[in-house]
């Protein structure tokens, strides 16, 4: 394990144990005040915790409470660079001095310093911005350049702090895949209430709830069948997985998904994945569907396997897959399990990734 | 780029022509009978800055201000002012940072004790210094005893002038780190930067505008310093005898030369002025 750390904070009611693998990324879901921000405040050295120990790469970093020995490492010495929602590059450095900052703090000569932070600025699509101030950058121009500071830095432990949340939605998509370029093989924690980002960024998630882990798992797990209610209610995701074949992802034969490419296209052949919400999905039953004519290019034919109820709908699961109607809907469908029907879905509601 | 996105293009302080136009398009309008009393306001500052140029005697103006005590007193409170400059911004820089960045019980008192001075009759300041560093003062036996005599030399103004002045710089300072806030040094600790490096990369050039100002509003109040300095300094030419005692002095024995003084005395606070001004723009 590269990170474990166990930590309360009674002051915001948190108390967390969580485990970090090496080149892991670990996304941290969660109602607002559920004790995220917290976490990573711990792990930055920012909250001091009333109990706790930390450990990157077998350091202790924070090591305090009864019996402990009152280790609590500078911010500035445990290698845990932080991105948050504002880029908050520094003002009165234009983007590379900025990228260049982190090296420079740790002795790096100016020149090799400036050489990395070129490269860094290339590596995230932005190297032709060197020389502009933060205030002649975009939202999504000044966050890439704050990960490519905060890479720069060479952090043990990258801390994400819902780096996508400031940025217009046109911009999402491209930042979260420079970001999952550049998270690939580092060890993460990004901080999240988007499903998508915990998807697509990272390998688990664990779901905090009033300061507590509720739930943790792989994240296609987590996200597709939610144990908590938060997970449940932000997630409850439909992912299904295939290969990219003529721009759709191909489940199996007849189940070709189409939907709207989130970031670069993947190449034919490639693992590609499709997500849509519950709350997207219409159900027919199966006589109905033969005279369907209309804009929805997916439709899955598929058995009702479990009806759940849920405030004031009705999920009802097929396999793997979920759909929401309302409770009259239902009963006008007279959905049981067992009952076969066609699940329907505008292709503008479903989003692929190559994975 | 997006339209949405384009807005984040928008430089981060307006130019000066689109700051005015913002200016003219006030949604609310400022009640007008406020003219009255705020012309009255005006009139009643520079009517007698009018005045006292309107007394100036032109045909002597250049022998007066050149004559041997003008010249001394001159340069001695531009040398005296400067050197109490610099030993506001080395004491003060620290204090206004502890004072912004630190949280602890008796804060709150703290800040007000160092901000007496400020409210403080000069002539009290200057005579609390004597009692401290005087001859027999408090550290004066001491430091009469290493052979140091502070009070009546031209160290004895510096101190004054540091006295009542340190508070202005310190108000201004910590007022602009309250206002950049922690957020960037937080993001340069991350980094790996150990304090003295976000303090010297961060933190100064960051504050640097209120620096400036706080700097500059620190030497006006030196330059214009008298009751602490007469009190405590005395009142001996070329080493002790500032411009504000000159023309204290003067005004007795000939008021020309003291109206001439004053002059030269308010073309530096216009020009310093000047300064804090374009410094708070550069912000």
Known sequence: ?355 | MTPAGASWRRPASPSRNSRQAVRSQRPVDVPRWLFLPALLGALFVLLPLVAIVAKVDWGSFFSLVTSEGSRAAFWLSLRTSAASTLACVVLGVPMALLLARWDFPGLGLLRSLVLIPLVLPPVVGGLALLYTFGRRGLLGESLDALGIQVAFSTIAVVMAQTFVAMPFLVLSLEGALRTAGDRFEVVAASLGAPPTTVFRRITLPLVLPGLVSGAVLAFARSLGEFGATITFAGSLQGRTRTLPLEIYLQRETDPDAAVALALVLLVVAVLVIGVARHGRTAL
Do not use: C
């Open chain 1, 1 to 355: 394990m590269s990170v474990r750390f166990s930590a309360t904070v009674p002051d915001r009611q948190v108390r967390v144990d969580l485990e970090v693998a090496d080149g892991e990324t670990l996304a941290v879901l969660g109602p607002n005040g559920s004790g995220k921000s917290t976490v990573l405040g711990v792990l930055a050295g920012l909250v001091r915790p009333q109990s706790g120990r930390i450990t990157l790469d077998d350091r202790v970093l924070t090591d305090v409470g009864p019996g402990a020995p009152g280790v609590q490492v500078a911010p500035h010495d445990r290698r845990t660079a932080l991105l948050g929602q504002d880029a908050l590059l520094f003002p009165h450095l234009d983007a590379l001095e900025n990228v260049a900052f982190g090296p420079r703090s740790r002795g790096t000569d100016r020149r090799t310093a400036r050489a990395d932070a070129q490269r860094w600025l290339d590596e995230l699509g932005v190297g032709d911005l060197a020389d502009r101030r933060p205030g002649q950058l975009s939202g999504g121009q000044a966050q890439r350049v704050a990960v490519a500071r905060a890479l720069a830095a060479e952090p043990r432990l990258l801390l994400l702090d819902e780096p996508m949340a400031a940025l217009d939605v046109a911009v999402q998509p491209a930042l979260r895949q420079v970001l999952r370029r550049v998270l690939q093989e580092r060890t993460a924690i990004v901080v999240t209430h988007d499903p998508l980002d915990a998807l697509l960024l990272a390998d688990r998630v664990v779901v905090l709830e009033q300061g507590r882990v509720v739930e943790s798992g792989p994240s296609t797990d987590v996200l597709a069948r939610p144990r908590s209610a938060f997970a449940g209610r932000l997630a409850g995701l439909n992912l299904l997985r295939g290969t990219w074949r003529d721009g759709a992802v191909h489940v199996r034969d007849g189940w070709d998904v189409h939907g709207r490419v989130e970031g670069t296209a993947p190449e034919p052949g490639h693992d590609a994945i499709a997500a849509f919400r519950p709350q997207a999905v219409a159900v027919y039953r199966d006589a109905a569907r033969k005279t369907l004519l209309g804009s929805p290019r997916n439709a899955f034919d598929v058995r009702v396997t479990e009806l759940e109820p849920r405030a004031d709908l009705l999920r009802v699961h097929a396999g793997d897959l979920a759909a929401d109607v309302t409770v009259q809907a239902a009963a006008e469908l007279e959905l049981v399990v067992g009952t076969p029907v066609t699940f329907v879905v505008k292709a503008t509601e479903v989003a692929l990734y190559g994975l």
